[in-house]
């Protein structure tokens, strides 16, 4: 089983097996060509992202600066804007449903390490390889669902559709349709 298998799956993997880096590596180049754009040519910038996700909808927006691992990973579903500041983690799939609003500095984790010190630290790692533990899991927002500012996403987290995080939310756990969660951890506080 290659490591990027092992990724995918959510068993521990080294992050920096040599396919892993190419595909690291390829995502920083196509990145800073898209950073490189004038915010005026909109064609140009959507074919970058198209080459750079592993799925895109017409008429996303993704402003700059905007970060990732891989790119591959994230699939964004039309209409769907991402604003300044954006980090995805996309170690393992993330999933943005369509008309989907992601406020600034919205960061999504899918990768995550054991909490012992002694089981995330491997003490005589290989030559090149990564000298700590990492697994990660998928992470889904529905459809039309409002991300706000500064908001933190967990990974193995699934949001549902229709749901609003407030801003400076901590989303530790899943979350139903159409509802309104705020703080840190994210609690339900309102239907919608």
């Known amino acids: 089983m290659t490591e990027k298998e092992k990724l995918l799956r959510g068993d521990f993997y080294d992050s920096r097996d040599p396919e892993l880096l190419e595909m690291y590596h390829r995502a920083k180049s196509i990145l800073k060509d898209w ?24 008429k996303v927006w993704v402003e700059a600066p905007f970060y990732c691992d891989y790119g591959k990973n994230i699939s964004i579903g039309e209409n769907t804007f991402v604003n300044v500041n954006a980090v995805f983690l996309d170690c393992n799939t993330i999933t943005i ?3 989907v609003l992601i406020g600034p500095n919205v960061q999504i984790y899918t990768a995550t390490h054991p909490l012992n010190a002694r089981e995330r630290i491997i003490s005589q790692p290989k030559p090149n390889e990564a000298p700590y533990l990492t697994q990660a899991f998928p992470v889904k927002i529905g459809d039309n669902c409002w991300i706000g500012g500064n908001s933190v996403i967990l990974p193995g987290v699934e949001i549902g559709e229709n749901v609003t995080v407030a801003a400076g939310s901590l989303v530790t756990k899943n979350i139903p349709d159409n509802v309104l969660v705020m703080g840190a951890p994210a609690k339900i506080v309102k239907t919608l």
């Open 35 to 58: 950073e490189g754009l004038s915010s005026r040519d909109g064609g140009a910038k959507f074919d970058l992202l198209q080459k750079l996700f592993g799925n895109i909808g017409n």
């Open 97 to 99: 449903g369509k008309n």
